[in-house]
């Protein structure tokens, strides 16, 4: 059996937060193979991007500053790793190179490479045996399609097929997240979340998964932020539940990352899926499961949101193709909020992944004439999550007299999801409204 381990970046992101990492895996594992996926290092993401952006006008950042974090005083071979991954970006990191979305994929992937190889060495400095399947490892089980490479989809086929190759005989395997192979042996990125979907595509590939240990800063799911304070830890979330609590922001892997495991779900294998705190991973935590037997209202939560309002432009079915591209995309973050049959729709894009995107498309329909932006605004998404919605059908009257209570009006109400109910509110109401809504549903909670 196999238990995997994903680490972001806060969680590894000094040599003193790897050695705790390092003494917690072993009981993880309980005896069996522990699979680590590794995002980069705190911020060398973001560095590596405003790198790549300084290199297309012309002006190079020296990689110690952009890796900064990698330069470490270790024993083993990571420096040789070091310098070999810095000699293969030197020799991409060129004012041209940089502009190729292929070239752009390897370099913005090397932070998480690093990370892979700096946490093997210092769990054999711990006296682990342990090795890095690497991207560029014929046994590299991860991959991805799409047109977006920057946002590329996990192909759970592909990967299974892949995932056949998967083997080591080693006790602790590091793979770095965030991306996967494509065709040509191309590197697809995932987005942001990417080790996230590394971790749960992993999940779905293998077929002999014990559990998944999604290791956070943070102990578990919470009922709500009120206040600037985390209330309760929610024990346990269904697979459907845990998938909308992320569309509306909760801290949680994202929606998107979560669909290889209810793949994995919905094909009868069903690993233990923990979201837990990193420094103590037997606190409190959230688990995962394919349908939880708590039938409450669970989350209360909130994110960003950019609403636009499209009509049809000279053509009456430019809203149809609009939205069926859309759909296509896998690298959109976007609600559908509704539709005026032949006048106009109303879609909201979430701040990020979502509206850059949706905002490309836009001018690409509207210089085709086949639709017009009549409205941009910016909103927030707030709302509840819970299966108890099913059995309590006071539920949608509650959270609306709540909010209404407080002096927020509803701009839009999309419609419902099976377990959630969500409300487009203004930007400035956003932290009210999820403080009257938790009001309305966790009297009890601190």
Request: net charge neutral.
């Amino acid at each position: 059996m196999v238990v995997i381990g994903k680490y972001g970046g806060t969680s590894i992101g000094t040599v003193e937060k790897i050695n705790r990492v390092a003494e917690h895996a072993e009981d993880l594992a309980k005896g069996e193979q522990f699979v680590g996926i590794t995002s980069a290092m705190d911020d060398t993401t973001d560095r590596t991007i405003r790198a790549e952006h300084s290199a297309s006008r012309g002006k190079l950042i020296d990689l110690d500053e952009i890796f900064a974090h990698y330069n470490v005083d270790v024993n083993g071979n990571f420096r040789n790793v070091r310098s070999n991954l810095f000699r293969e970006f030197r020799s991409f990191y060129t004012r041209d190179l940089v502009r190729s979305p292929e070239i752009s994929a390897r370099l913005r992937i090397t932070g998480e490479r690093l990370s892979a190889h700096l946490v093997s060495e210092l769990f054999r400095e711990h006296g682990f045996d342990s090795e890095v399947i690497d991207i560029t490892d014929e046994r590299f089980p991860l991959a991805a399609s799409g047109r977006d490479i920057h946002n590329a989809y996990p192909n759970l086929a592909v990967s299974r097929k892949r995932a056949e190759n998967f083997n080591s005989k080693h006790r602790f395997v590091f793979i770095p997240g965030y991306g996967g192979l494509m065709e040509d042996d191309l590197i697809g990125l995932y987005g942001r979340g990417g080790s996230d979907i590394s971790a749960f595509l992993l999940a779905y590939a293998l077929d002999n998964v014990r559990s998944v240990w999604i290791c956070t800063d943070v102990d578990g799911i919470k009922q709500a932020i009120v206040n600037g304070l985390e209330t309760q830890t929610v024990r346990e979330l269904g697979i459907k539940e845990a998938m909308e609590a992320a569309v509306l922001g909760a801290k949680l892997p994202s929606d998107i990352a979560l669909i290889p495991l209810e793949a994995a779900f919905n094909e009868g294998r069903n690993p233990e899926v923990y979201i837990t705190n990193v420094q103590h991973v037997y606190g409190e935590r959230t688990k995962i499961v394919p349908e939880s037997s708590d039938r409450g209202i669970k989350v209360v939560a909130g994110r960003d949101i950019i609403v636009y309002k499209i009509a049809n432009g000279t053509d009456e079915n430019g809203i149809v193709g609009f939205l069926n591209r859309l759909h296509k995309d896998y690298g959109l973050d976007w609600i559908d909020m509704g539709m005026r049959p032949r006048r106009y729709i109303i879609v909201g894009a979430f701040q990020g992944r979502g509206h850059e995107g949706i905002e490309r498309i836009i001018a690409e329909f509207e210089r085709k004439g086949l639709i017009g932006l009549r409205e941009k605004r910016e909103a927030s998404y707030v709302g509840v999550v819970g299966s108890g919605m099913y059995t309590d059908h006071t539920t949608g009257f509650r959270a609306k007299s709540s909010l209404a209570k407080n002096g927020i009006n509803v701009l839009h109400h999309p419609d419902p999801g099976d377990f959630s109910l969500g409300y487009v509110v203004a930007r400035q109401d956003k932290v009210k409204s999820i403080e009257a809504l938790y009001r309305a549903f966790f009297r009890n909670g601190r």
